[in-house]
């Protein structure tokens, strides 16, 4: 009776102490993805104005998770402008919580008239900012 109480002690010892040292490593090993100093996911929106910085920006509000640009013409087609509207809309870092929207204009007898904006754009957009937020992520690890 002593052997398999002994032998019941032992293996409960062996697991609680195999739970312990589980417990003794690192909490995370990847960067949280919820940071959020200034009310939105702040790698969402470090990587959505490094995305635009190559456009005037109109307003930026972080604790709303909003960016809207002026607009935006490529010197290669001038007569065409763009502008943009970054809309982040968790704290969490996932692809729903980021929209992209945007307008187009081309110059038509001396004036902008409003044109379609391709889809592709708007979604050529949004994967280009969840990339960089995801490395802004990885990077935070690697430090």
Do not use: H
Not at 83 to 111: C, E, F, H, P, W
């Amino acid at each position: 009776m002593k052997t398999k109480t002994f032998a019941l002690i032992l293996a409960t010892s062996v697991i609680a102490l195999t739970g312990c040292a589980k417990k003794d490593k690192p909490k995370a090993q990847i960067a949280a993805s919820k940071v959020t100093t200034i009310g939105v996911n702040a790698y969402l929106w470090r990587a959505s104005l490094d995305t635009l910085s190559f456009m005037p920006l109109l307003q930026t509000d972080s604790s709303g998770g909003v960016i809207v640009t002026d607009w935006y013409a490529n010197p290669q087609t001038p007569g065409e402008r763009v502008k943009l509207t970054i809309s982040i809309l968790d704290q969490d870092l996932r692809a729903d919580a980021l929209r992209v929207a945007g307008s187009r204009q081309v110059a038509q007898g001396g004036q902008w008239v409003a044109a379609p904006l391709r889809a592709a754009t708007v979604q050529k957009m949004e994967a280009i900012i969840l990339t960089k937020a995801r490395d802004l992520r990885r990077s935070a690890i690697s430090g």
